[in-house]
């Protein structure tokens, strides 16, 4: 059998090391451990900013001044009331179904019925943030089983999904929490979810499309999918004692720990640093915390053991799960919160790419045989 020898440079199976273009929103620095917004370091943004302003400033470019953040509030809390009396959208949250299955139909309906143009425009993006903020609260009070809470004058986007969500007030401590949570995983580069909703609006499709594509590709447990496994890892390992065994056990037979390594960070991701001050400051469960810390301690200095030429360190997932058990959020409810703050970069991105309009269309290596001659 022939086979065909007209090989080309190319990537790894991975795309590693590949530019798909420049990009003015975010700058993902593996090397050093830090992350820009805009020019602005994430760190100090989920020191001083809101969720609901570092959302406008991913998409604008600048951070909002006090109207421009109160417009933007109005046109989210409008888009998640507006989902709460969609008969067919709230049909989708069906609190039976994997959640980011229902999560991803339910955007898939809210798109439908929006008519959304090719492309997409500003008001698209702010109305998806609020469409799947509205969305997953509402799976999560059906979840519950309680009576979604309303939206009341002066909520912050974290204060209102938490009211919908759990039918209650929040306290300051858990709204500040999930605030810090939002911030630091709103955008991160070229990830696989946003390199998969740039290529759907590439094709001159639409934001809707491009964020149930983005939502599928977070799904997965080596992306978006990890924190809810890091809950289950401290759990299962359950006292200081049995994490070497447990971590080596899993080490030895060939299984990945969940909460570390990544693809770019190649020290400590900032994300997890910040999340780990947030937790330490707002954790109510000091021996779960002294748990997850003594794991991820012992994980590290086994993955130096095992893997000395790998650099492998924590990743926000690690400890974006002990935020998320601070919030007390159901743990089927951590990756689309995570997919909602995600929002706010991927429509950034989608929009991005609208203004540079190229069909992103690689190529792949033909390795198979060729016809006989
Ligand atoms: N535990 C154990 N070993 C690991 C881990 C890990 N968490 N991560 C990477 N490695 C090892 C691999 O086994 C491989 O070792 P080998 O060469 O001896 O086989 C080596 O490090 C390189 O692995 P790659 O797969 O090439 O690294 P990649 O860049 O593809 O990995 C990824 C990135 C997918 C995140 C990986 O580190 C992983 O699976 N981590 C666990 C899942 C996780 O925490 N996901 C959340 C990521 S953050 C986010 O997406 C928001």
Not at 52 to 74: C, I, K, M, Q, Y
Not at 136 to 159: E, H, K, M, Y
Request: hydrophobic share 40%; with cysteine.
């Amino acid at each position: 059998m022939a086979v065909n020898t007209n090989s080309r440079m190319h990537a790894g199976n991975g795309l590693e090391g590949i530019s798909i273009g420049p990009s003015e929103i975010c700058f993902v620095d593996g090397e050093n451990g830090q992350l820009i917004y805009r020019g602005h370091d994430a760190e100090v943004l989920v020191r001083e900013h809101t969720f609901d302003e570092v959302a406008f400033l991913l998409w604008t470019g600048h951070l909002p001044s006090v109207d421009e953040t109160n417009e933007l509030r109005e046109i989210v809390f409008d888009n998640m009331r507006k989902v709460a009396a969609e008969p067919a959208t709230v049909a989708t949250l069906d609190p039976n179904a994997l959640t980011m299955d229902a999560v991803r139909s339910a955007m898939s309906v809210w798109s439908m019925g929006r008519k959304l143009a090719e492309g997409g425009t500003p008001a698209d993006a702010q109305a998806a943030l609020g469409a799947i903020a509205g969305s997953v609260a509402l799976l999560g009070a059906r979840r519950a089983g309680v009576t979604p809470g309303d939206i009341q004058p002066g909520d912050t986007i974290a204060r209102a999904y938490l009211r919908i969500m759990t039918g209650a007030e929040p306290t300051d401590a858990q709204v500040g929490a999930l605030d810090a949570y939002l911030v630091l995983t709103a955008e991160h580069g070229m990830n696989a979810s946003t390199f998969t909703g740039r290529v759907i609006v590439s094709t001159a499709s639409d934001i809707g499309s491009g964020l149930v594509g983005s939502i599928g590709a977070l799904k997965g447990k080596l992306h978006g999918g990890a924190p809810s496994h890091v809950s289950s890892m401290i759990d299962e390992i359950g006292t200081a004692d049995n994490a070497e065994p447990w971590l080596r056990a899993k080490i030895e037979g060939g299984e990945r720990l969940m909460g570390f390594g990544h693809r770019v960070y190649k020290t400590y991701d900032p994300r997890a640093r910040a999340l780990g001050e947030v937790a330490e400051r707002l954790g109510s469960d000091d021996e779960r915390l002294g748990l997850a810390r003594h794991v991820e301690q012992t994980a590290l200095r086994l993955l130096h053991e095992y893997k000395p030429d790998q650099r492998l360190y924590t990743n926000v997932e690690y400890y974006a799960a002990a935020v998320l058990e601070t919030i007390e959020l159901d743990p089927g409810l951590y990756t689309p919160t995570f997919a909602v703050s995600r929002t706010a970069g991927w429509t950034a991105h989608m929009l991005e790419q609208i203004n540079y309009p190229r069909l992103i269309r690689p190529q792949v290596e033909y390795v198979g045989p060729m016809p006989e001659k």
